[in-house]
C-alpha cells in the first residue's frame, strides 16, 4: 500500500509543479507579501514527493456554518459614459479595510470529508459589504458608495503530505467560483444623484496548503492559504484559526483574507475582503 501511495503522491507532483510555475509568471510583478505567501507554499508543494508516514488524523464529515465580519480595502470599476462621466469606465478606490467591518451576507458554511491521505472540502460565502470613497469625479458629484455583493463557492480536493506527532499538513487544489456584483452609487453635486452596476461570474483554479496542530488542552491551531488564477488576473487567501474542541463539536474562530483582481466586461474588483470569523463545528 506504501508503494501506491509513493507512486501517486510522485505522479501528483508533475500537474500541481506545473501550474505552480503557472501561477508564479502572474505574480512576479505583485507585491513582497504575495510573492512570500507563493514561495511558502511552493516549498510545501515540494514535499510531496517524499514519502510520509500514517496519518493520525480523525476521518468522517466535519460542518462548520459560520459568520464572517469582514472589511473591504480595494477598487471598484463599471462601465461608465453619459454626463459628466468621462471614458468607459468608472473607478473609485476604497481605503478603510478595517473601519468598514462589518457581517458579510447572510449565510456562510463550510464542509469537509476526511479519510486517511485524502480529503474534499467546500465552502460557501455569501459576501454584502459596503464602503464610501471620494468622488472619481469631484464637484459633479460629491462622493461614492460603494457595494459589493454575491457568492463565493470554494471546492477543493487535498492529499495528507506529513503527519507526525500532533501536527499534520496537506496539499489541495482545486476551484474558486464567484457569482459578484459591484455598484457605485454617485452622491449628488452639481449633477443628480446616479447608480452604476456591474456584474460577472467566473471560476480560477487554485492550489494551497494547510497545516493543523493540537496545541494541548483540547486547542487546535489552523493555518491554510491559497493561490490562483483563471478568470482572474490573480487570486490569494490566508487563514488563521484556533479551535476548542469538544467531545463532538467545537468552536472556532481566526482571520480569513480573499484578495482577487479580476478586470473584464467593463467590470474592476482589485480588492480585498478580510476579517475576523466565529463559527460553531459538527463532527460526524
Not at 510531496?48 to 466535519?62: K, L, M, V, Y
Not at 501536527?167 to 452639481?190: C, K, N, T
Request: glycine content about 16%.
Amino acid at each position: 500500500m506504501k508503494g501506491t501511495e509513493r507512486a501517486i503522491s510522485r505522479f501528483l507532483v508533475i500537474p500541481y509543479h506545473e501550474y505552480i510555475k503557472n501561477i508564479y509568471d502572474k505574480f512576479r510583478a505583485a507585491n513582497w507579501m504575495k510573492r512570500s505567501i507563493l514561495t511558502a507554499l511552493l516549498a510545501i508543494a515540494a514535499a510531496i514527493s517524499f514519502p510520509c508516514g500514517t496519518s493520525a488524523a480523525d476521518s468522517g464529515i466535519r460542518i462548520e456554518p459560520y459568520l464572517w465580519s469582514a472589511g473591504f480595502s480595494g477598487t471598484l470599476g463599471t462601465p461608465g459614459g453619459g454626463p459628466g462621466l468621462p471614458g468607459d469606465i468608472i473607478e473609485s478606490t476604497f481605503g478603510d479595510l478595517v473601519g468598514n467591518l462589518e457581517i458579510a451576507g447572510g449565510g456562510m458554511i463550510y464542509a469537509e470529508w476526511r479519510g486517511d491521505r485524502w480529503s474534499a472540502f467546500g465552502d460557501w460565502t455569501y459576501a454584502r459589504v459596503t464602503s464610501q470613497a471620494p468622488s472619481p469625479v469631484p464637484i459633479l458629484f460629491s462622493g461614492v458608495e460603494g457595494e459589493l455583493k454575491g457568492h463565493i463557492v470554494q471546492g477543493a480536493v487535498g492529499y495528507r503530505i506529513y503527519s507526525g506527532g500532533t501536527s499534520r499538513a496537506d496539499l489541495f487544489g482545486g476551484v474558486r467560483y464567484y457569482d459578484l456584483s459591484i455598484v457605485l452609487d454617485l452622491q449628488a453635486g452639481l449633477l443628480s444623484a446616479r447608480s452604476l452596476p456591474a456584474d460577472d461570474r467566473w471560476a480560477d483554479g487554485i492550489v494551497g496548503a494547510r497545516w493543523e496542530s493540537a496545541l494541548g488542552g483540547n486547542w487546535i491551531l489552523g493555518l491554510q492559504g491559497d493561490v490562483g488564477t483563471g478568470g482572474s488576473d490573480y487570486t490569494w487567501q490566508g487563514i488563521g484559526s484556533l479551535s476548542y474542541r469538544f467531545s463532538w463539536w467545537s468552536v472556532a474562530g481566526g482571520w480569513r483574507h480573499l484578495e482577487v483582481k479580476y478586470e473584464k466586461s467593463g467590470m474592476v474588483l482589485d480588492a480585498a475582503l478580510s476579517g475576523p470569523y466565529l463559527g460553531v463545528v459538527f463532527r460526524f
